[in-house]
């Protein structure tokens, strides 16, 4: 594809973003953020014990904070330790000796469960990117491999689906066709735009909004349905459309550079 077309799609589909960004946040990023706002914050201590318990652990709660969210855990499921702090009330008489509160703080052993080990109502999910690439993924793994770059799948990426390490890109071995490509273009992205001096010169709310518009302009030049995954993921980093048009011209030129490799005609 010549440089002058993918410059004409890049620009097209970046009007699309910024218009979707101007519109606010989705029903379904709405909803999701509610969802996820009800789930505790875990210690790095503790979320060192849960992924030393269930390592592809994704979203852990306590089995009466699952029934609230409408679901049930499995039978026979293994709960996963941690430590919670609660506080030790002194008895009656104790506490009338000096006046004081002489509460004690403790710590005891909870088990938490992964989402993976209940069942019920669904959660709000992440809006996704739908389609088939065809063979426009085999074109974007070669690009990818042409810019030194190492692609690499796991089982568990920690809650992340793609990781860019600068010269490597790991994957979720679970991602649909539509989704590794979004992802990979994603990472692709960040190895493009933010391993070298940028870095240092970028908030993560702009990597993050750089690296998602390239990877919405390529799915759709490519024919992908994106619906509102896009400017979903760039608000949940709390991008919006003016640090969108503070990146296009990044953007437009990154994702004109893959459309016209994965594109090739």
């Known amino acids: ?8 799609l890049a620009d097209d589909a970046l009007a699309n973003l910024a218009a979707a960004l101007e519109q606010g946040k989705s029903e379904a990023l709405t909803a999701y953020l ?3 706002s009800r789930f505790h914050d875990y210690s790095w201590g503790n ?8 390592p592809d652990a994704t979203r852990v709660a306590g089995f009466n904070a699952w029934r609230r969210f409408g679901r049930f855990v ?3 499921e293994k709960g996963i330790v941690i430590i919670a702090p609660m506080l030790i009330k002194p008895k009656e008489d104790e506490a009338r000796q000096d006046g004081e509160d002489r509460s004690i703080l403790r710590f005891k052993a909870v088990y938490v ?5 209940t069942d019920g109502e669904p959660l709000p999910e992440f809006a996704a990117v ?12 070669a690009f990818v491999a042409a810019q030194g770059i190492a692609l690499e799948y796991a089982e568990s990426l920690g809650g992340a689906r793609g990781r860019s390490h600068g010269g490597r890109v790991e994957l979720l071995t679970s991602l649909s066709p539509a989704e590794e490509f979004s992802v990979l273009t994603h990472e692709l992205a960040h190895e493009m735009l933010h391993k070298g001096e940028r870095r240092s010169e970028t908030s993560k709310t702009v990597r993050e909004t750089e690296a998602e518009a390239v990877a919405f302009v390529v799915c759709q030049a490519i024919g992908l349905d994106t619906g509102t995954h896009a400017a979903d993921y760039i608000q949940l980093y709390d991008g919006d459309k003016a640090t969108l048009a503070e990146s296009l011209d990044h953007v437009q030129k990154t994702a004109a550079a893959i459309i016209a490799a994965v594109m090739d005609e």
């Open 74 to 76: 499995k039978k026979g």
């Open 113 to 117: 469960f992964d989402l993976s080990q």
């Open 34 to 36: 509610a969802t996820m």
């Open 130 to 141: 739908g389609g088939n690439p065809n063979g426009h993924a085999d074109r974007l793994k």
């Open 1 to 8: 594809m010549k440089a002058e077309q993918a410059k004409k």
């Open 47 to 54: 979320v060192l014990l849960i992924l030393s318990q269930k």
